[in-house]
């Protein structure tokens, strides 16, 4: 799967697959980012388009309402 142009990808699909990928194989954002060769700018900005950032403590992206 290709994640490395999160621009083409929809927010609402994109975090799904997102979150998924952070449970199962990655333990930080950063290591989400190296593995798949993404920017991370790019995966905040998208995900914050639809109302979602990144919540260390959990190690997921959450809602932010």
Known sequence: MDLSNV??????????????????????????????????????NKLADVGFSYDPLTNQFKSQF
């Not at 990808?9 to 799904?16: A, E, H, T």
């Not at 990655?26 to 980012?33: F, K, N």
């Open 7 to 44: 621009n083409k990808w929809d927010g609402n699909i994109l975090i799904g697959i997102v979150n998924e990928k952070l449970r199962l194989e990655c333990h930080s954002v950063e290591e989400l980012a190296t593995m798949y060769e993404i920017d991370m700018e790019s995966l905040n």
